[in-house]
């Protein structure tokens, strides 16, 4: 018998008790539990990105949302500052009307004293030039008589 007789019922031996320890069987049971263990890691990672996908979705509408309330504060401001330049407007020019009615009004007055103390000062010199008048051309109780209804004539019309 020769090396390649026995090579050969080494070789049948040797897959013969592969076969009997079922190597080929669990060989196939890792690949499959590697497979199965590969496919779940793809749909963990699908998974994983779809939560990702629906993160970044919920992200990208809170922004838009932040944004547009954003533009609404801007907005309301902007309202708001116009609104209030208005209304400081108006109580400025309904200031500067009052304090020019007030100076209006002042200036009035003191035209109105003005001419009071102008025409008090024209009575007191009449009075005293006519008193002087009628002191040199009427003597006696008549001057004094004419000098007393003048001084009360003329009192009652300034009153």
Excluded at 28 to 34: K, N, Q, V
Excluded at 52 to 79: D, S
Excluded at 109 to 130: F, H, P, T
């Amino acid at each position: 018998m020769d090396a390649t007789f026995w090579a050969t019922v080494a070789l049948v031996l040797f897959f013969a008790l592969i076969v009997w320890l079922k190597v080929p069987g669990k060989m196939s049971s890792a690949l499959d539990d590697r497979a199965e263990g590969i496919r779940n890691e793809l749909d963990e990672a699908r998974r994983l990105r779809e939560e990702a996908q629906a993160l970044l979705a919920e992200y990208q509408r809170k922004h838009r949302e932040a944004e547009e309330e954003a533009e609404g504060i801007v907005a309301e401001a902007r309202r708001e500052a116009e609104l209030l330049t208005k209304q400081t407007e108006e109580a400025l020019n309904e200031l500067v009307e009052r304090r020019t009615a007030l100076a209006e009004t002042k200036i009035s007055l003191a035209e109105n004293q003005a001419m009071a103390e102008v025409r008090a000062m024209a009575a007191d010199v009449a009075i005293a030039a006519a008193t002087e008048i009628l002191s040199k051309k009427v003597s006696g109780k008549v001057a004094d008589k004419l000098i007393a209804d003048s001084i009360d004539d003329v009192s009652t019309r300034l009153n």
